[in-house]
């Protein structure tokens, strides 16, 4: 069974920085798609960062320059490093992954994912 379990939100001021991370296990395919997804209330979850396991990455118009996906495959776990920090990065932070897409290509739809983690808050406010 695929777990994975987000760490790491919390509340920061513009301008600072934050890690966010997400462990993940049960997976018996080397190929997987994963990624960070965010949502506020009253907004429709969006992506952020995608991550194939081939190293694709993708990011969006948002976040790029300032935010980066890595996975450390030796301890499960997928990391979002969140850089120059906006009050409208506020959001529920989620990990999400999905095993059926190989892993060179990757989506970026919500529906596409199986996987999802619990989330993790961050708040950017001064």
């Known amino acids: 069974q695929v777990q994975l379990v987000e760490s790491g939100g919390g509340s920061v001021q513009p301008g600072g920085s934050l890690r966010v991370s997400c462990v993940f296990s049960?997976?018996?395919?080397?190929?997987?798609?994963m990624a960070w997804f965010r949502q506020v209330p009253g907004k429709e979850r969006e992506g952020v960062a995608i991550?194939?396991?081939?190293?694709?990455?993708w990011y969006a118009a948002s976040v790029k320059g300032r935010f980066t996906i890595s996975q450390d495959k030796a301890k499960n776990t997928l990391y979002l490093q969140m850089n120059s920090l906006k009050p409208e990065d506020t959001a529920m932070y989620y990990c999400?992954?999905?095993?059926?897409?190989?892993?060179?290509?990757?989506?970026?739809?919500?529906?596409?994912?199986?996987?999802w983690g619990q989330g993790t808050q961050v708040t950017v406010s001064s």
């Open positions: 049960g997976y018996t395919s080397s190929s997987y798609c």
């Open positions: 991550m194939g396991s081939y190293g694709t990455t």
């Open positions: 999400a992954a999905d095993v059926r897409y190989g892993g060179s290509w990757c989506p970026g739809a919500v529906y596409e994912y199986t996987y």
